[in-house]
């Protein structure tokens, strides 16, 4: 069992930069591969980036590339998305997951709402 909790979402203007973070409890964080998604008001949830157990290889969706960055520190137990040049349509609640290897993202937090301003 992993329990995920997120923090660092608010308000910010458009153009501007916010820094989540999410920590895991447990011993076995380095085994879990984690990620952020997103679920804006009357969307679906969707992908945002992941990153594998080694923090190696990382993964963005179209929409983020170039101005999101994912990491994580597994001595601390912590992933972190780092979001800038913020965009209206980033506004979302925003979620940390993990999954083992192998099977689906079945670890989630509680969620963290962002709000950018235009």
């Known amino acids: 069992q992993v329990q995920l909790v997120e923090s660092g979402g608010g308000l910010v203007q458009a153009g501007g930069s916010l820094r989540l973070s999410c920590t895991a409890s447990g011993r076995t964080f380095s085994r879990y591969t984690m990620a952020w998604f997103r679920q804006a008001p009357g969307k679906e949830r969707e992908f945002v980036a992941s990153?594998?157990?080694?923090?190696?290889?990382?993964y963005y969706a179209d929409s983020v590339k170039g101005r999101f960055t994912i990491s994580r520190d597994n001595a601390r137990n912590t992933v972190d998305l780092q979001m800038n040049s913020l965009k209206p349509e980033d506004t979302a609640v925003y979620y940390c997951?993990?999954?083992?290897?192998?099977?689906?993202?079945?670890?989630w937090g509680q969620g963290t709402h962002v709000t950018v301003s235009s």
């Open positions: 990153i594998i157990t080694t923090g190696a290889g990382t």
């Open positions: 997951a993990a999954r083992a290897v192998v099977g689906s993202y079945n670890f």
